[in-house]
């Protein structure tokens, strides 16, 4: 059996998941900066818990396809597109569990209507979880992008 034919898929489809949900917070973005803290402590709650455990679930998915994809592509050109692909998902993982995980789970321990007096201090929003997750993102649509071509390659 040829697993490129189950891998490949596998990886794309849970690359672009990974990507189109990062992306959904970049574009959210705006609207979540333009909340009054309570308001924007209580919606990335509401949030957050909605896209865990289904974002790492992804990410993690599409990593492996990716790494085990490079490990048993049948040709050069390939191999490197998905090996760069797993690494540039790799950095998406770093970034989520350094960045962007510990500011959700703090968040996650705040009362939205007792926030501590200097909420924004604390937490400047426009500045640290938004420029990360920006970051991020950008490292899973590069890797969808290495992907894609990689199938391009294979086709």
Do not use: E
């Not at 990886?11 to 609207?31: D, K, R, T």
């Not at 396809?65 to 597109?81: E, F, K, Q, Y």
């Not at 998902?89 to 321990?109: A, D, M």
């Amino acid at each position: 059996m040829d697993w490129t034919h189950v891998l490949v898929p596998v990886a794309m489809v849970a690359n672009g998941m990974a990507a189109g949900g990062m992306m959904i917070a970049v574009l959210g973005s705006g609207l979540l900066l333009t909340l009054p803290p309570q308001r924007y402590v209580a919606l990335h709650q509401l949030l957050v818990t909605r896209f865990d455990p289904f974002m790492p679930a992804c990410i993690l998915t599409a990593l492996v396809a990716s790494a085990v994809s490079a490990a048993v592509a049948p040709v050069a050109p390939a191999t490197v597109l998905h090996a760069v692909a797993a690494v540039l998902l790799l950095v998406t993982v770093t970034i989520s569990l350094t960045k962007n995980v510990p500011i959700n789970n703090w968040l996650k321990t705040l009362d939205a209507n007792a926030l501590p007096p200097d909420f924004d201090r604390l937490l400047p929003r426009r500045v640290v979880w938004r420029n990360w997750n920006l970051v991020r993102t950008s490292t899973a649509l590069t890797a969808l992008a290495a992907n894609a071509v990689a199938v391009g390659v294979l086709l």
